[in-house]
């Protein structure tokens, strides 16, 4: 038998520190409405403990309001990772950074979709996010 190597990022916690969902009143369903493609930002903080990184993640959707869409969403979901030391200290925060970023996301697209099912507009899930490198000008 085939002896499973152990995943070297363990996922120790995972938490919202930010939850809004805003159902817009006056929204009505169109050939417009906008697409529910959030702008996400993905931040990787390194601990002074080795191998322990916090990452942030924050979706956000119809920031101003608009009534092309049914809601005005800003999550913002924390999770605590540990990289354990089969990783190099330059391989370690980028497999943390892929590895959060998905399920940092997936809990995000969960807990939206969980919310607005019980709002006015019906359920609303969230499309993909790719992560990308960080430009000068533009967050991730």
């Not at 309001?65 to 370690?92: H, N, R, T, W």
């Not at 006015?120 to 533009?138: A, E, R």
Request: hydrophobic share 40%.
């Amino acid at each position: 038998m085939e002896q499973q190597i152990p995943h070297p990022i363990v996922l120790e916690k995972v938490f919202f520190t930010k939850s809004i969902v805003i159902a817009i009143p006056t929204h009505e369903p169109s050939s417009e409405t906008i697409p529910a493609v959030p702008e996400n930002s993905i931040d990787l903080l390194v601990t002074d403990e080795p191998g322990r990184y916090l990452v942030t993640m924050r979706s956000v959707l119809n920031q101003d309001g608009s009534d092309a869409a049914p809601y005005k969403i800003e999550m913002e979901c924390l999770g605590m990772f540990f990289a354990d030391q089969s990783l190099s200290p330059e391989e370690a925060p980028r497999a943390v950074l892929i590895t959060a970023h998905g399920v940092l996301y997936g809990a995000i697209r969960e807990a939206v979709a969980w919310i607005t099912g019980r709002q006015p507009h019906g359920q609303l899930m969230l499309g993909l996010s790719i992560l990308q490198p960080k430009s000068p000008d533009k967050p991730t």
